[in-house]
């Protein structure tokens, strides 16, 4: 199993960054072939805050081409799958078995959220703006955001803590006063309320059953009330999110062109041949698969305004959905992924699964709010409950399992 | 039958900014290849971009004075082509929700005055340029005019002949420049013209086919294509010499024709969508106000004031609206002196004629109003002789200086000191009685030969009148 790209240092207590977090010291090349070797001539601002707090950055965390693959498994630089096949984000594997503090990963497609379920490590996907995103390869900017995987609660706060605040070098990132307001309700009281997506957790199997039974066990001997709502509007979330995330990635990934760095093709007589087989020769399938899907989605005529625009109306129906459902429960508890465990032969024979098991990832995505992934379960809150989130992950970390 | 062309104009132009559009690198003009680049402009994943505020005033200023609504919320999207020039292969402008919209120009061409509707103006980033190299047979790319912000006018069609299309740009340069909006000289590309044009029998409401001329730089290429263009359509639809397709043409102004470049394609085909990266810009009415308060009265507003109130003959108020310049300086100049003629003669004159002098545009007068005053009521209040203030002209044109300063210091200040006059007077006369003689056998040239004389032992620092008095007196004295 490949766990690191590159590694300048791996100290213990390290916080490791993954393969979308530039670097200066080290290159980041998003999984891709297109950007093998890339060597930014900036690093990303969390880089320079985890800096900053006194942490020493650990190696670069190999992720699948522009991460927006199950866990990992269309990484330029191999699978992130054990002897059996098992597939297992790097992103928590570093934090599992390797002894590091935290890591810094991109939540483009939920690929940290199911590493984390899989793996049973704690991860954070913050309100979106609150960490800035200054220096991470841009994917689907709407909605990815900056998350922090750790194997326990207490080193994700710490890092957390280090990394969220404002940045004037990102046009979306919140002022200090409303990235602050993440670090209130600490105690998990705050919590009170809590609703179970039966229409999502009803498709899971046995074992992602479980967990989210334990969960609910651990939450009601802490006085904290679980319903159960259908919920099933947020499925479209799915569809909307697939739509706006490929829309944003072809346009993202169309400066890689083979003209300026990264891959050039040596195969090539003019302009047009440089482009095409450039890419053709550098990208992956699911890549291609997502660019193809982007752009079509992007066209439209007078009469027909084009999926994307549907799917940003979407977008906000959903938003409107969930903040009616936040005025009578303070966390939405959701499956991260239907199984306990994918195979290499599960995303072999369906390249674009994680285009299909985003059902789950997608509500909090393309929402921007936050979600937490504890015990192998999803809490997604209302915008700047983070730290209520993470209140709730803690006792179950104390009496869960 | 007879025809009627319809053409629409886009127009671009470069904004007056220090920096570019999303990044601090410098928009100037100029400097080596690639000197003005940094990992935003020229397309390398994670800069994201940060609206330089200046673009969004000049965006409304320019709006203001087309007579434009203001989008109070306007947005930046992405236009994606593929183009070496484009580093991110996608630019941004703006689609959805451009600055301004819905503004007026009013021309006056020799058919009368008239009214072009302007659909919009928005904000975008200028691409880079390509230099090729046949010998290498290579092509490199200088991302210096990536990001450089531009403004792009949009025309309704109704604009119908070359001599239109030129008072319409001549219009509108003349506006922007004022409000210094651009520098809008189409020699450095600051200013270029996508000409759309169709052409349909006269009085019809159907449009023709229509066709782009791109990238037009100058007014007589722009008014030779169209020529060109109308007589190609014209002799299409008469003749059926060709059929015409909408399509975009190169004009080559050598050759004298146009040339079929690429099939044009439409909207949809850029996949435009609002930029997530860019927040929609809120335009408060502080901020309205504010770019209101600092527009500049309409050049025609001035004139008038400048004849009206002023007294200025109107050949002269014309002259002096030719340029922003000009006006702030003059304006400057009659706030110190008090005399409009005056002030407008010295920059009409003096200035032009050193600013010609110098090869350099009006625009690029840099001296200062109030230091031009206070040079012209040392005149006026004869402490200083025109012909040595004119030396002081010169000089302030080298330096920022103090006028009245700078003639203490070089001995230009007029002396009223009677005895040294009386000395130099009897010592000219003494050295030239020929002269003397002659002007007494009634030569009047030998006067101004013994006036001279006297002038230029005194450096030119006396009153004329009374040298010329004192001179008298002493010759008939002599
Ligand atoms: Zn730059």
């Known amino acids: 199993m490949k766990l690191y790209v590159s590694q300048s240092s791996a100290a213990a207590g390290c916080v490791a960054v993954d393969d979308m977090i530039l670097t200066t010291d080290q290159p980041t090349a998003a999984g891709s072939k297109m950007l093998d070797g890339y060597m930014s001539l900036f690093g990303a601002e969390v880089v320079e805050k985890i800096k900053a707090a006194g942490y020493e950055v650990g190696g670069k965390v190999n992720v699948g081409e522009f991460s927006i693959d199950m866990l990992g498994e269309t990484s330029f630089y191999g699978e992130c799958a054990d002897e059996s096949g098992k597939l297992a984000g790097a992103v928590a594997e570093v934090v599992k078995a390797d002894g590091v503090k935290a890591c810094l990963t991109l939540d483009v497609n939920g690929m940290p959220r199911r590493a984390a379920a899989i793996a049973k490590t704690v991860f954070l996907k913050p309100t979106y703006g609150t960490v800035s995103r200054y220096g991470t390869i841009p994917v689907a900017c709407s909605g990815e955001t900056v998350g922090v995987m750790a194997n326990t609660t207490a080193n994700l706060r710490d890092v957390l803590e280090a990394v969220i605040g404002h940045d004037d070098k990102d046009g979306t990132s919140l002022s200090d006063e409303k990235c602050a307001l993440l670090k209130r309700d600490s105690d998990f009281k705050a919590v009170k309320k809590i609703a179970v997506i039966k229409a999502m957790t009803d498709k899971v199997d046995g074992a992602v059953a479980a967990d989210i039974d334990a969960f609910k066990a651990v939450a009601e001997k802490n006085g904290i009330e679980v319903c159960e709502i259908d919920g099933s509007e947020l499925l479209a979330a799915k569809a909307a999110w697939n739509v706006l995330m490929s829309a944003e990635l072809c346009n993202n990934v169309s400066r890689y062109d083979g003209v300026k760095y990264g891959y050039r093709t040596p195969n090539y007589t003019n302009i047009d041949e440089l482009y095409t087989n450039s890419r053709t020769e550098a990208f992956g399938m699911l890549l291609k698969s997502a660019i193809l899907y982007g752009s079509q ?14 799917s940003l109306r979407v977008r906000r129906v959903v938003y409107d959905y969930m903040a009616k459902l936040f005025e009578e429960y303070d966390a939405l508890l959701m499956p991260v ?50 730290s209520a989130l993470l209140a709730v992950a803690e006792i179950c970390e104390k009496e869960g399992k | 039958m007879r025809y009627e062309t319809v053409i629409g104009l886009e127009v671009h132009i470069e904004l007056a900014t220090e920096s570019k559009i999303f990044c601090s690198c410098s928009a100037k003009f100029g400097g080596e290849q690639n000197d003005h680049v940094c990992p935003a402009c020229c397309g390398m994943p994670g800069m994201l971009p940060i609206v330089n505020k200046h673009v969004v005033d000049l ?4 709006g203001m004075m087309l007579n434009c609504d203001i989008n109070r919320v306007t947005t930046f999207d992405k236009k994606s082509y593929y183009y070496p020039d484009l580093p991110c292969s996608y630019q941004t402008t703006q689609w959805f929700a451009p600055v301004s919209v819905n503004g007026r120009v009013d021309i006056e061409t020799s058919k009368g005055k008239k009214s072009i509707r302007i659909k919009q103006i928005h904000m975008e980033e200028d691409a880079g340029k390509l230099v090729h190299d046949d010998w290498t047979n290579t092509s490199l790319v200088d991302f210096n005019r990536t990001s450089v912000p531009l403004i792009e006018i949009v025309s309704q069609p109704d604009l119908s002949s070359a001599e239109e299309v030129i008072a319409y740009l001549e219009r509108l340069r003349s506006l922007l420049r004022f409000a210094k909006v651009s520098e809008c000289r189409m020699e450095q590309g600051s200013m270029r013209c996508d000409v759309n044009l169709s052409v349909r029998p006269e009085g019809s409401d159907v449009l023709g086919v229509r066709t782009e001329m791109k990238n037009m730089n100058s007014l007589s290429a722009i008014a030779r294509a169209i020529e060109y263009e109308t007589a190609r359509h014209i002799d299409a639809i008469e003749n059926g010499t060709e059929e015409l397709v909408q399509e975009t043409r190169r004009w080559d102004d050598t050759k004298g024709a146009s ?20 927040m929609p810009i809120v335009i408060d009415d502080e901020w309205f106000n504010t770019v209101k308060s600092n527009l500049p009265e309409f050049p025609e507003v001035k004139k008038a004031r400048y004849i009206d109130e002023l007294g200025l003959a109107e050949g002269d108020a014309e002259h002096l609206i030719q340029s922003r310049a000009f006006c702030d300086c003059f304006e400057g100049a009659y706030e110190v002196c008090g005399n409009a003629k005056e002030a407008a003669n010295w920059l009409i004159f003096d200035c032009s004629k050193i600013l010609n002098q110098k090869q350099q545009t009006v625009d690029q007068l840099n001296i200062s109003g109030k230091a031009l005053g206070e040079l012209i009521k040392l005149v006026l209040d004869e402490k200083v002789s025109r012909a040595n203030a004119k030396k002081i002209l010169s000089a302030m044109f080298e330096e920022e200086l103090d006028p009245a300063e700078y003639a203490k210091a070089n001995g230009f200040i007029v002396s009223n000191d009677t005895g040294a006059m009386e000395s130099v007077i009897a010592a000219v006369i003494a050295a030239d009685p020929k002269s003397v003689n002659d002007y007494k056998n009634g030569k009047e040239k030998a006067l101004m030969a013994l006036f001279g004389k006297c002038m230029k032992e005194l450096k030119g620092n006396c009153n004329p009148q009374v040298l010329r008095e004192m001179l008298l007196k002493s010759i008939e004295n002599a």
């Open chain 1, 297 to 310: 989605s992007l066209l439209y005529t007078e009469k027909n305004r084009g999926a994307y625009d549907k």
């Open chain 1, 337 to 386: 992924c239907s199984k306990a465990a994918y195979t290499k032969a599960d995303t072999d024979s369906n390249v674009t699964l994680s285009f299909e098991e985003n059902v789950y990832t997608a509500p909090a995505s393309i929402t921007g709010l936050p979600a937490v992934v504890v015990n192998g379960v999803q809490l997604v809150g209302k915008a700047f409950s983070d």
């Open chain 2, 59 to 62: 965006g409304m200023a320019a």
């Open chain 2, 259 to 278: 040339f079929a470049m690429r099939n044009k394609e439409t909207a949809g085909d850029y996949r435009y969508f609002p930029d997530p990266n860019v």
